[in-house]
């Protein structure tokens, strides 16, 4: 997406730089005619910058126009904020547990390989979970969870006090989570189940993830027409 723009905006300072060299010598000898010289080119790589900017918002509007925000899934509760990083989505369960879940933008991929001689490699993008379990007067259990296209995956599991849980969201990895050792894949077959088993009564299962990768793609597309829209208006101000 962002990649025609930036093409765009060095085609546009090659122009301006191009017009620059064809000057007579006399011209730079002139400081009333060099700022007001000056002031044409600024205005006219501004214009070719709002131009591009315009072109790129329709063109993603027209190629799939963003969704407003789903505020339900399900028994969840979907949270999100204009230019945040993250969603949130919490909801009871049982008479006394809470569920907490932040959700990050995409913060990874793997390469896939399709069949085919004509085929391209595609990838494949994953989104990390922080799922918090909350009993009345006990301790909190902690999941670290990468949800893929169709699929959760556990990868850490902690029990923490109520006071180790930080106020505020879960902004990323801290480790490399293709080189992680994954603490769930050590445990005892059996257990590993039970614990996928665990987070599916709660909602926390592979519909959880179709539906978060399309929540995701969709802000990813509205946090990118949101920047576009906040540049324009930026330029289109410093002409006026």
Not at 6 to 13: D, E, N, P
Request: proline fraction near 5%; aromatic fraction near 10%; charge should be negative.
């Amino acid at each position: 997406m962002a990649h025609r723009v930036i093409r765009g905006l060095r085609g546009a300072a090659k122009s301006v730089g191009i017009h620059q060299k064809s000057r007579p010598i006399g011209y730079f000898s002139r400081i009333i005619t060099r700022n007001y010289m000056s002031e044409m080119e600024k205005s006219t790589f501004e214009g070719k910058i709002l131009r591009l900017i315009r072109y790129e918002i329709q063109y993603e509007l027209d190629r799939s126009p963003p969704f407003p925000p789903i505020p339900e899934f399900d028994a969840f509760k979907v949270e999100e904020k204009p230019g945040e990083q993250w969603i949130r989505l919490s909801r009871k369960f049982g008479a006394d547990e809470e569920i907490k879940i932040e959700v990050t933008m995409f913060d990874g991929s793997l390469p896939i390989k399709k069949d085919g001689d004509d085929a391209e490699d595609g990838v494949q993008l994953h989104i990390t979970l922080i799922v918090e379990i909350f009993k009345e007067d006990k301790d909190v259990m902690q999941f670290v969870c990468s949800a893929w296209p169709d699929s959760i995956e556990i990868r850490k599991v902690f029990i923490r006090r109520r006071d180790q849980i930080k106020g505020h969201p879960y902004t990323g990895p801290r480790f490399n989570f293709l080189l992680a050792i994954l603490i769930c894949r050590e445990l005892d077959d059996e257990l590993q189940d039970s614990l996928y088993d665990f987070l599916e009564a709660r909602g926390i299962d592979d519909d959880l993830a179709v539906f978060l990768h399309q929540y995701i793609t969709n802000k990813d597309k509205t946090e990118y027409i949101r920047w576009l829209e906040k540049v324009k208006s930026f330029v289109h101000s410093s002409r006026n």
